[in-house]
């Protein structure tokens, strides 16, 4: 079992930034594939990015390139999500989500691939 503590949300002005943080624990987190999703009221959950095992493959949204960075740092066994330029439309709860894998270093923008999930934290933009 893999568990997942997000925190970090908050609410931010439009333009603003903010830093998301997963914390895993569980299993071996060299193991974990790792990735963000978000969903705003009444809306499906959509991917927002995703980091390999590895941390050499990155994967984003084309909604939030340029403006999200995704990392993650082995000796805190947490990644991070460091959102740049918010907009409204970025209001969302955000969930991380760990995809186990012993053999196969990715960063998997679906959601199936992903074996584990956190509780989410909200995340408000406004002007």
């Known amino acids: 079992q893999v568990q997942l503590v997000e925190s970090g949300g908050g609410l931010v002005q439009v333009g603003g930034s903010l830093r998301l943080s997963c914390a895993a624990s569980?299993?071996?987190?060299?193991?974990?594939?790792m990735g963000w999703f978000r969903q705003a009221p009444g809306k499906e959950r959509d991917f927002v990015a995703a980091?390999?095992?590895?941390?050499?493959?990155?994967n984003y949204a084309a909604s939030v390139k340029g403006r999200f960075t995704i990392s993650r740092d082995a000796t805190k066994n947490t990644v991070y999500l460091q959102m740049n330029s918010l907009k409204p439309e970025d209001t969302a709860v955000y969930y991380c989500?760990?995809?186990?894998?012993?053999?196969?270093?990715?960063?998997?923008?679906?959601?199936?691939?992903?074996?584990?999930w956190g509780q989410g934290t909200q995340v408000t933009c406004s002007s």
């Open positions: 980091i390999s095992w590895s941390g050499r493959t990155t």
């Open positions: 989500a760990a995809d186990y894998s012993t053999s196969i270093s990715r960063a998997s923008a679906s959601m199936t691939q992903y074996d584990y």
């Open positions: 569980g299993r071996t987190f060299s193991n974990l594939n």
